[in-house]
């Protein structure tokens, strides 16, 4: 392909575009653009692998990564029929909460079928799903080991293409010199690192504001194999932090049959680094369960640990922008991962991102109402993200967190609060009025919440048997723990072997 010919459109066609970076928000772009662009050019920095491989540009991919409701029906939308790929690639699907023991931020909930549901997978497999599904289209391609360094401005504040740089090992740099990739639109989904305010400012442009978390969040992951024998009801387990204790906890299935575990600590507290740490620090969440589960798996690789602060770039309040360059996905908005929203966003993007483009019928012209389109959707998410670190100032926001605890004190007996608790969470949707009524309607005495089914004795319902004859693991409690009290750094110091510390 000559990168430097100018796409003719000799046709009234809608000519070349441009995506930066193949991660979810990339490969969803492409989708999108596929059905308007006359054709579309992928370019990623990293060689890609065929398959589920891991790679460099990725690195979040270690830890533990799930599709929400919202995430997997958008991608549904783009590639029909992913869902079915994804489940014969290996990926699970967890019914949110009849699969999914939960313990809300006032105790467990009750399991139940809302109709909400995760896919459980790791990154890498996810993103070789979708890969796969934009390799097929023969209107894109893939430009592997190209990095992007600038843009091409174009006349009357339009972008042109992109200037991008092959690696070639032989030269001192690492890189060929940079070569012109002209194009009519232009997608930067190169995700956090993203340099496009710096590209803008090198072209006279203010670069956006940018607002950041003022609190960390501290994460650490690792692989299991499950205890042997291990049979169970549930598929996953997610402790939801509680007033006074800003940690989370997840145990997902992923493929192969393992269990991708993570522990995050909100107030940016030094995550547990090695197994024996990690197991203390589960030791000391509001129940034992997870520690129970972990204490008798295998770890199958090192415990990966990583520091994220939420931030998002402005791009909707610059006044000078131009015109055929849109920022998605991580680029746009990098959310705290523990809320699991990052490739929600991606691809509500990329549906932001098609419906405008089949409403307007061009790429031409529609940059402002694009940028305040993807800022409307990333609002929810970013609140989400960033609401629970912020302390509530205002009536408004008083009401806000005293309405949020009354519904997750009622979710834990109220089959409707629990089911709005999940959706906001799980689809990003502003409360509804049944959500208010859930909340604060009247109530008897609260039931006591059953403790959740983790049933590893005789009663197990049997699913998916490790080894049968093996002895069967320990029956876990469902008690809740008194929250821990006074301290900021939530990871304790290693307990001494053999010395187990319950309520
Ligand atoms: C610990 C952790 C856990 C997470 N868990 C979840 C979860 O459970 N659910 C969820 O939805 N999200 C989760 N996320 C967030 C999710 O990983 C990101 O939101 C998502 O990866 C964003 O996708 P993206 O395509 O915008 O960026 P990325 O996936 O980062 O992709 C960017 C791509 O651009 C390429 N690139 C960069 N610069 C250039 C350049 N100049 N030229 C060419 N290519 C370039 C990179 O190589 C890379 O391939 C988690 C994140 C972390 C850190």
Redesign the pocket.
């Known amino acids: 392909m000559s990168l430097d010919a100018r796409v003719v459109d000799k046709n009234g066609g809608h000519g070349h575009a441009v995506v ?7 490969l969803t772009a492409a989708r999108a653009l596929a059905n308007l662009m006359d054709r579309v050019t992928v ?4 060689w890609l692998p065929r398959g589920p491989g891991r790679r460099r ?2 690195p ?1 991919a270690r ?6 409701t919202t ?1 997997h029906t958008g991608l549904e939308r783009l590639f029909p029929g992913i869902r079915h790929d994804l489940v014969r690639a290996g990926a699970v699907r967890v019914r949110v909460p009849a699969d999914l023991l939960t313990l809300g931020p006032a105790g467990w909930l009750p399991r139940f079928d809302t109709g909400l549901s995760r896919f459980s997978a790791g ?1 890498d497999l996810i993103d070789a799903v979708v890969r796969d599904r934009v390799r097929a289209d023969p209107k894109v391609t893939f430009l592997t080991d ?4 600038a843009l091409q401005p174009g006349p009357q504040d339009t972008v042109a293409g992109v200037w991008v740089r092959a690696r070639e090992r032989r030269s001192p740099d690492g890189f060929a010199p940079r070569r012109l990739m002209s194009a009519e639109y232009v997608v930067d ?5 993203s ?1 496009v305010p710096e590209w803008l400012a090198a072209l006279g442009y203010e670069p956006p504001r940018e607002t950041v978390s003022a609190t960390a969040t501290t ?1 650490a ?1 690792t692989l299991y194999a499950p205890p042997v024998g291990h049979v169970a009801d549930f598929e996953g387990l997610l402790l939801m932090p509680a007033p006074g204790d800003p940690r989370r906890a997840v145990l997902s299935p992923v493929e192969g049959g393992r269990w991708s575990v ?1 522990l995050s600590a909100g107030d940016g507290s030094a995550p547990p680094t090695d197994h024996t740490r990690l197991l203390a620090a589960a030791d000391t969440l509001r129940d034992p369960l997870l520690r129970d589960l972990i204490a008798n798996a295998t770890p199958l690789g090192p415990v990966y640990t ?1 520091r ?1 602060r939420s931030s998002r770039r402005h791009y909707e309040q610059l006044r000078r922008f131009p015109d055929q360059l849109l920022v ?4 746009l908005a ?2 705290d ?1 523990a809320h ?7 691809v509500e993007c990329a549906l932001v991102l098609d419906q405008m483009l089949t409403a307007h019928g061009t790429a031409v012209g529609i940059s402002h109402r694009l940028r305040r389109a993807l800022a409307h959707r990333v609002g929810p998410a970013w609140r989400s993200a960033t609401g629970p670190l912020d302390p509530p100032h205002g009536l408004r926001a008083r009401l806000g967190s005293r309405y949020g605890s009354r519904l997750a004190v009622a979710a834990t007996t109220d089959r409707q609060a629990a089911t709005e608790l999940l959706t906001a969470h799980e689809t990003l949707a502003p409360p509804a009025a049944r959500a208010l009524w859930a909340a604060l309607r009247p109530r008897g005495e609260a039931a006591v919440p059953p403790p959740p089914t983790a049933t590893h004795g005789p009663d197990a319902r049997r699913r998916r048997p490790v080894a049968p004859t093996a002895p069967a693991i320990g029956v876990a409690t469902g008690s809740v723990r008194p929250q821990p009290t006074g301290s900021s750094a939530h990871w304790p110091a290693v307990t001494p072997a053999g010395e187990r510390r319950r309520p």
């Open positions: 930066i970076g193949s991660g979810l928000a990339g370019i990623e920095r990293d540009g990725v979040q830890h533990t990564h799930t599709l929400t995430a990154r190209h990095e992007v360094v989904a190169s995700g956090r690192g340099r994460h992951t993570t990583c994220t998605v996905g991580d680029a990098t959310l991962p699991g929203h990052g490739m929600t966003l991606a």
